[in-house]
């Protein structure tokens, strides 16, 4: 029931500076502002690509500002649309996962999941903008990933043949893809086991434990997003030592604390189950 990873939510002390961060490193442009009572927080949404960024600012003492107090700026919840909104919380409820509305919106704690803080959202199509295509992918740190992929496929209706198995001896996990509607997209949530507790992912769980860990970007000019990086003075990485690599990684530094791989369209489906599909670039 889930169809695309179209949103992630930003806890962040300045949200006018964290949308001009957006706006300079990924092209963002600012869609709209509100408030959330659920939160506590003043919200400000810009959009890049096809995907949206909710900039949340605290407003006074709520989840927002303790995620501040005890994390620092960052990756605050994971975002996913569904056509049947009602339908999914439906099935929520079967299932005893509770959920709270607000604003047309649905979240989930992530006591409720492994980990993962959630908010559902209705499937929008919005016109494309700045320099990334979509968001496609975000990773869920959890103890035990075919536990945690069993969990996801019947609670929110995801079908487990679609998933693909992943390990990175390079950065220390072992897991799933749980892939959404293979081939057509390649819309995910990243299930990471840790297996070496030394790597940067490791050491993230040590402190965190099951959680919400980093965000993943399509592009079709991987070159720009660099460029506008290095205007900044901003940190990155390539995927490759290749100066002019396929994807790179923007660091936690230059994005409100957001850990974000951006890639080249198309190139993800080589780890993905379909590598055949990896030098298309339609």
């Known amino acids: 029931m889930l169809t695309r990873v179209d949103r992630v939510q930003l806890a962040v002390r300045d949200r006018s500076a964290a949308a001009e961060t957006f706006r300079d490193v990924l092209g963002a442009e600012q869609v709209r502002e509100d408030a959330s009572d659920l939160l506590t927080a003043r919200r400000t949404i810009v959009q890049a690509g096809v995907s949206e960024f909710e900039l949340l600012e605290p407003a006074g003492d709520g989840p927002v500002q303790a995620h501040l107090e005890r994390w620092g700026e960052g990756l605050f919840a994971a975002g996913f649309a569904t056509r049947d909104l009602p339908a999914l919380c439906e099935r929520l409820s079967s299932h005893d996962v509770t959920w709270r509305e607000e604003g047309g919106q649905v979240y989930v704690e992530r006591d409720q999941t492994t980990g993962l803080r959630m908010v559902l959202s209705p499937q929008v199509e919005r016109e494309p903008v700045g320099l990334i295509t979509w968001l496609y992918e975000v990773t869920n740190i959890i103890d035990e990933h075919q536990a945690a ?6 609670v929110f209706g995801l079908d487990a043949s679609r998933f693909s198995p992943i390990r990175s001896k390079q950065y220390g996990y072992t897991g799933q893809l749980l892939l959404f509607d293979p081939p057509a997209r390649l819309d995910r949530i990243e299930l990471s086991q840790i297996t070496d507790p030394k790597r940067a992912m490791g050491r993230f769980a040590a402190k965190r434990g099951q959680s919400l860990y980093m965000c993943y970007a399509e592009t079709n000019d991987v070159r720009a997003v660099i460029e506008r990086l290095e205007a900044r003075s901003a940190r990155w ?12 990684f923007i660091h936690p530094t230059a994005l409100h604390g957001v850990l974000m791989g951006v890639s080249r369209t198309n190139l993800a489906w080589q780890w993905s189950g379909r590598p055949e599909l990896a030098a298309a670039t339609g």
């Open 149 to 154: 992929a069993d969990f996801y496929a019947g």
């Open 237 to 248: 990485a390539g995927r490759s030592d290749d100066p002019n690599p396929a994807g790179l």
